[in-house]
């Protein structure tokens, strides 16, 4: 498998679907700095209109999101048995103002008069969480997943207060994240969470060909000299409160 690389939404001559990816990238999108990712995870309604809610996020929010200045986005859903079903969409953003433009962008008149036909077709979701990151310096843009990678990881690590998020962000960036793209545990995008329902927090994403992908690469790391001298550094002690693990397939 080829390894990924970083993609510069400006070298995009248009807006266009990646083939064999659910990724969607956007023209407007310059990634010269640290990105922020906007998750959001969406509740199933008991008997929903889940057709409804997906043509909602795919054929009106994201792609009214990018016309604002956003970048990556593309919609999930959560494997497992849990209730209710969840279904994810994420976008990313260059810069906090083109997130404030979609804002305004899907208050304006236009968009309104789109989404009418999703709000007449009856009840699709719950709620929905919305958390808003902000990329690592170690690792400040998206990287695209592979196309025979379709498997993610959703990883959110809590902390017993801000100084440990801080001292465990320190760690990624300094070496954690290194020795991952060397034993094969791809990252799609790591993440400070600004906000939303798990603070303080990060958040970070892998991107696998399987699950069977996932255990060899996490084996390697566990196993991996480096991982047992970088864990037992002082400057890194409890730094972890709760790490919640999330597995996520395009849709």
Do not use: C
Not at 1 to 19: D, E, N, Q, Y
Not at 119 to 128: L, Q, S, W
Not at 230 to 240: D, K, L, T, W
């Amino acid at each position: 498998m080829k390894r990924r690389k970083f993609v510069s939404a400006s070298a995009m001559a248009t807006t266009l679907t990646i083939p064999n990816l659910g990724f969607v990238q956007s023209k407007n999108a310059e990634a010269n700095g640290n990105e922020y990712y906007e998750m959001r995870s969406y509740e199933l309604a008991f008997g929903g209109n889940r057709r409804s809610l997906m043509n909602y996020l795919k054929e009106i929010l994201l792609p009214a999101l990018r016309d604002a200045g956003g970048g990556n986005a593309t919609t999930f859903k959560e494997l497992g048995d849990a209730e209710p079903t969840k279904i994810w969409a994420m976008i990313s953003y260059p810069d906090l103002s083109a997130y404030e433009q979609g804002l305004i962008a899907t208050t304006s008149d236009t968009f309104l008069e789109q989404a009418k036909e999703h709000a007449g077709a009856g009840k699709t979701y719950n709620r929905y969480t919305s958390f808003l990151l902000r990329a690592f310096n170690g690792m400040p843009q998206m990287i695209m997943p592979g196309p025979d990678q379709q498997l993610f990881e959703l990883r959110i690590y809590e902390g017993e207060n801000d100084d440990a998020v801080r001292r465990k962000i320190s760690m990624f960036d300094r070496e954690e994240i290194t020795l991952f793209n060397k034993v094969g545990l791809d990252p799609v995008l790591f993440g400070n969470m600004i906000i939303g329902p798990y603070m303080p927090s990060l958040v970070y994403m892998l991107a696998f060909e399987n699950i069977e992908a996932r255990s060899k690469a996490w084996g390697k790391f566990i196993a991996h000299p480096e991982w047992d001298a970088m864990r037992v550094r002082p400057e890194y002690a409890n730094s972890v409160s709760n790490i919640r693990k999330i597995f996520l397939q395009y849709i």
